[in-house]
């Protein structure tokens, strides 16, 4: 990879030839304010998954469209991959963020405006909320790849995971939010959680204001091989097909979890708890991941990732009381987590640094495009087969990419990126 202590760029803060090798301060500070945006942001997406299904199945004209507004959720999530990509190209990383934290404001205020209008109309505008809700989620998951930015490349997976860590206080966060707020207006249930989801979406907005990241030159904007050539790369293929179904798989799972323990007679309180284990587990072993990326590779950290998952989906099948729910949404926590960093990761060992944004964004696309068909097909499994459908139907693909990436490992040639 390029050794990007001796370019030079324009910063953020607009002053021209800042050094793209940012000092130990400017880094530790930029991953700390993304750690704590990722910690806030992170309540956006609790609330939508703790409560899209449930508000869902109150407003939607039929059964089967219940959780149609977590699957556009997920779609808002795809479709704004790209254009988040182009964006942090030619105008930096922060301009990206700070759009992507008025869009969780957004999604909030109109989350709560669907509640009260209530109906089919009210449903429609839901959608709308989760669609807004999507495009804040897709920006904040671009954090994980800005912590990287500027540090050394054997610095890259630590910077990456603690950005991440800060998942761990969405896990509490999100799902007290979701509890203490839910029953505020009796008469309007959720109504008040959205309007707190988009108050924390504006402070969050506030912290990320004071990211220091270099803008990028004329030449990393034009620079760089085709994305053909990069996305023929066996690397970038086992990334990008382990991150899209980690998080296919992960998103399938628990975009049911929470309405099928309330279809089988388990409260949200316990639903919303087991959600907040689940985001935890997500994002805990993110204070060690990168060290036994470091230590094993990315390659065996990813398939130790799908591995759990199936695990998780085995749980499930076990039973249907609260304690299988919540069994496997911790396990299907942990091994996301596995799977995503250790491909995310991945790709940051398929680009030089005037390829990082679209090929970033092009493997985010991959990922949430694959996750937006995943939650569609979910709730309409879950109410016409029932849970233990959604789990056995999760075995396909992963059993499919853990023998793929089985192969990559054991045939694995070092590949070495020319500078751009």
Sequence with gaps: MNDVTEQTAQADDGSAHAPLQLSEREQRGNIWRLTIAQALAGANSVVAYATGAIVGAELAPVSWLATLPL?????????????????????GRRAAFLLGAGAGVLAGLLGTY???????????????????GGAYAAVVLQFRFAAADAVAPSRKARALSMVMAGGVAAGVVGPQLVTWTMDLWAEHVFAVTFLAQALVAALSAIILFGVRLPMPSASAASGGRPLSLIARQPRFIAAAACGAISYTLMNFLMTAAPLAMHMHGHSTESSNLGLQWHVIAMFGPSFFTGGLIARFGAERVMMVGLLLIGVSAAVGLAGVEVMHFWGTLVLLGLGWNFGF????????????????????????????????????????????????AVLWVSFAPLLVTVVALGVLILRRKPEVIQAA
Excluded at 73 to 84: K, N
Excluded at 117 to 128: D, E, R, S
Excluded at 378 to 387: F, K, V
Aim: aromatic fraction near 12%; include cysteine; charged fraction near 10%.
């Design 71 to 91: 699957s556009v959720f997920v779609v808002g999530m795809a479709l704004c991959i790209l254009p988040v990509g182009a964006i942090a190209g030619r105008y």
């Design 341 to 388: 960093l250790g491909a995310s990761t991945l790709v940051l060992e398929c680009h030089s640094d005037s390829e990082k944004t679209r090929v970033q964004s092009l493997n985010d696309f991959i990922v949430f495009g694959l996750m937006a068909l995943g939650s569609f097909a979910s709730g309409g499994l879950l109410s016409a087969y029932g849970w233990n």
């Design 114 to 132: 669907a509640i009260l209008v209530g109906g089919v109309t009210g449903f429609w505008l839901f959608c709308g909320s989760t669609m807004f």
